[in-house]
Structure formats: structure tokens, C-alpha cells
């Protein structure tokens, strides 16, 4: 079964400097990935999405992912950071199923809380 | 346009009792999921649904766990004889089609089973 792995469960970083949340997953085939922000009560919205193509990713916010196959990683960066940018960040998995497509089913990391201080 | 709504916001139970949870899709949306986020768990998917039919119910965690959506739009998640366990943020997303195309979640209904 797939499985998504989020190296860091908390990250707090001052603003304005780099972060960057980290992203494994399991699967050896095709997939699709993921990063979703959720703000503090509030629900799930897509920062970014890589499908095929160009391995660097550029989503909303300033937000950037790199997909690197050979590692199964899909790494979250942002070169400077805002109090605003403080939420809950999800990475996440579509594979492939037997028939060679995805139907959107989505597997989980547990979450990494960004929080950042003036 | 109108995004994901999910009824009631907060639901508060006694441990036996039978809820029902809602989800409106967004319109025109082909593809529905039910997703479960607990402190213990996380984000769990629970079942798919492409138009009325649901291909996967292989999240739901028990028997007691049923799902239906009607007319290609709205689903209720009933869950029966509820649990303890059952405590957590259950939360819908639909997309245009099933695989690829963005899931835009709604803002969960949270279920407290006492």
C-alpha cells in the first residue's frame, strides 16, 4: 500500500527566511502528487500538483515543489516566508492503479505545522 | 461559483446513536470522496464515488459505515451504532473528473461521539 512520509511534524521558521518541508513517498510507479495547505479553521485548499513533465512544480503563494523520482521525494520550498504562510501543509499521493490510471484517490502524509515567528 | 458544503458544521452524539453527514459537491462535479481527519490518524480516505456508484469503499473502517449519492450530486456518510472512535473531522471533496484534475475539499463536519 502506498504510504507518504512527512520528515517533520513541526517547522517553525522566522519571516522572511527560506523553509523547506519535506515529502517521501513509498510507491515505485506512476503517481501524482500533492501539496495542500489547511489554515488554522479553515479546509484544505491545493498550494501545488505535479502530474508529468517539468520535475519543479510552482503553485500559489510563492510556493514551489521539486518531484525527484529517484529519491520518491517531493520537497515544499518557499525562499521567503510570511506570518501568513502559518497553517498546516499535507503532502500526498494519486497512484496508479492496476488499469494504469489514477482516479484521484488520495493518500495522506501526517502533516507538517508551519509556524512563522516575527 | 458555490464551492464544497458539508451539513451539520459540529455534531455531537451519544455513543449507539446514528448520524448522517452531507456533502454538496461542487456542480458539475463527477468524482466525490469521503475523507476522515483524526488526531491519531490523520487524513484517511474513506470511499469514491464517480456518479452514483462508489468504485472503492475500501477506507470505510467498518461495517457500520455506509455511503450513497444520488443523482450525481449530493452523498451522505451514515454511520451507525456510533463509537467513541468515530470522533473526528469527516471531510468531502469532489473534482470536475476522477484522477488528476484538483479534489476541493469542503470545511468538514466534526463528530463528537460522547
Known amino acids: 500500500a502506498q504510504s507518504v512520509t512527512q520528515l517533520d511534524s513541526q517547522v517553525p521558521v522566522f519571516e522572511e527566511a527560506p523553509v523547506e518541508l519535506r515529502c517521501n513517498y513509498s510507491s515505485s510507479v506512476s503517481v501524482y502528487l500533492f501539496w495542500y495547505v489547511q489554515y488554522p479553521n479553515q479546509g484544505l485548499q491545493l498550494l501545488l500538483k505535479?502530474?508529468?513533465?517539468?520535475?519543479l512544480v510552482k503553485g500559489i503563494n510563492g510556493f514551489e515543489a521539486e518531484f525527484n523520482k529517484s529519491q520518491t521525494s517531493f520537497h515544499l520550498r518557499k525562499p521567503s516566508v510570511h506570518i501568513s504562510d502559518t497553517a498546516e501543509y499535507f503532502c500526498a499521493v494519486s497512484d496508479f492503479g492496476a488499469g494504469g490510471t489514477s482516479y484521484g484517490k488520495l493518500t495522506f502524509g501526517q502533516g507538517t505545522i508551519l509556524t512563522v515567528h516575527p | 461559483g458555490a464551492g464544497v458544503s458539508q451539513s451539520p458544521s459540529n455534531k455531537v452524539t451519544e455513543k449507539g446513536k446514528d448520524v448522517e453527514l452531507r456533502c454538496d459537491p461542487i456542480s458539475g462535479h463527477t468524482a466525490l470522496y469521503w475523507y476522515r481527519q483524526s488526531l491519531g490518524q490523520g487524513l484517511e480516505f474513506l470511499i469514491y464515488?464517480?456518479?452514483?456508484?462508489?468504485?472503492?469503499k475500501s477506507g470505510l473502517p467498518s461495517d457500520r459505515f455506509s455511503a450513497e449519492r444520488t443523482g450525481g450530486s449530493v452523498s451522505t456518510l451514515t454511520i451507525q451504532r456510533t463509537q467513541q472512535e468515530d470522533s473526528a473531522v469527516y471531510l468531502c471533496?469532489?473534482?470536475?473528473?476522477?484522477?488528476?484534475?484538483?479534489?476541493?475539499f469542503g470545511p468538514g463536519t466534526r463528530l463528537l461521539v460522547l
Open positions: 471533496a469532489s473534482s470536475l473528473v476522477p484522477g488528476k484534475e484538483t479534489q476541493y
Open positions: 505535479y502530474l508529468s513533465g517539468s520535475t
Open positions: 464515488f464517480q456518479g452514483n456508484s462508489a468504485p472503492d
